[in-house]
């Protein structure tokens, strides 16, 4: 397991007792299950206690845990019959964007995401789930497609932001970023969001323009990263507990500001600890969500998602 920096208490904890295990697994005579049995409660009740009330850089450093399930993952456990689709039909396929058509509990739908990768290889092929501008373009045609054959669209969300480099730029990366959210108003289906890790700047932005978007419990999704607004506002970014504090980028923020309509619960010490828990409750989310827009029109969905977003905010204010 890694262990995030406000974890390494429990790290020293948790080894103590898998020490004490592996011991005794070379010598049959020792008996010191009751002591294993011990530091395994003081481990359950510091962990208890250490996401308790977890500050908004913390989550940050969670949404960020490399063993987090990602796009992949849920693709592989959630839904059948998954039939990638690649390429913008302008430049080229780009590997940070998984997408195509498949099943969801037996229901046609597209699934766009972005994919981090889970080891060094994969995500220097992914780019660490930052997208090009090739990226957004494979996801328009996607939703275009979903359109025309009238399947709604679930899109994962997990990027630290669009990516930068100077040959996104050269291809129209805001362009492409902007065309995509575009798209998430246009199309005449259900579109629901699922912030999986970070949601970072445009580059999630436009996958999240959606009808419903959920976030895990532990998930951030912010105009700009900590680290990025630190820097900027106060020319430093070691304040980035600072920042993250003030830009409100917590799924419990979000719900109150009315940009997050359901918050998925992740299992204790988040979903790294139990992948498989939370790729269920991720499942069960989304199907609630889709259920709550059987039925509606394709006007219906366009004016009411359009009316979402420009009331957004209105709901903390008020409060």
Not at 98 to 117: Q, S, T
Request: contains cysteine; neutral net charge.
């Amino acid at each position: 397991m890694n262990y995030l920096d406000f974890e390494k208490p429990l790290a020293e904890i948790e080894g103590k007792a898998e020490e004490l295990r592996a011991m005794a697994r070379g010598n049959k005579e020792m008996d010191i299950e009751a002591e294993a049995k011990a530091l395994d409660k003081k481990a359950a009740d510091m962990l208890a206690d250490l996401y308790k009330s977890l500050t908004p850089w913390r989550k940050c450093q969670v949404a960020r845990h490399p063993d987090r399930p990602h796009c992949r993952d849920y693709i592989q456990a959630l839904f059948t019959e998954y039939t990638p689709l690649a390429g913008d039909r302008n430049f080229a396929d780009d590997h940070a964007i998984m997408g195509g058509l498949a099943r969801f509990n037996d229901r046609p739908v597209v699934v766009i995401g972005h994919e981090k990768g889970h080891d060094t290889k994969t995500r220097i092929e992914r780019n660490f789930g930052m997208a090009r501008p090739e990226g957004y373009r494979k996801a328009v045609r996607l939703m275009d497609l979903a359109d025309r054959f009238n399947m709604p669209v679930v899109t994962l969300v997990d990027t630290p932001g669009a990516y930068p480099g100077k040959g996104a730029e050269e291809r129209g990366q805001s362009e492409a970023i902007a065309r995509s959210t575009e798209k998430c108003l246009q199309i005449g289906v259900p579109l629901v969001s699922v912030v999986i890790g970070e949601g970072g700047s445009g580059g999630a932005v436009a996958f999240a323009t959606a009808d419903k978007v959920a976030m895990l419990e532990h998930s951030i999704y912010s105009v700009i990263s900590p680290e990025g607004c630190a820097s900027i506002l106060w020319k430093d970014g070691a304040k980035m507990r600072e920042a993250a504090e003030a830009l409100r980028l917590t799924a419990q923020d979000l719900e109150k500001l009315g940009v997050c309509d359901r918050i998925i619960k992740e299992p204790l010490g988040g979903a790294q600890r139990d992948r498989a828990t939370t790729i269920t409750r991720v499942g069960e989310g989304i199907e609630a969500l889709l259920a709550s827009m059987d039925g509606k029109s394709r006007d219906d969905l366009i004016a009411g998602r359009r009316r979402k977003f420009l009331d957004m905010g209105s709901k903390g204010l008020a409060a």
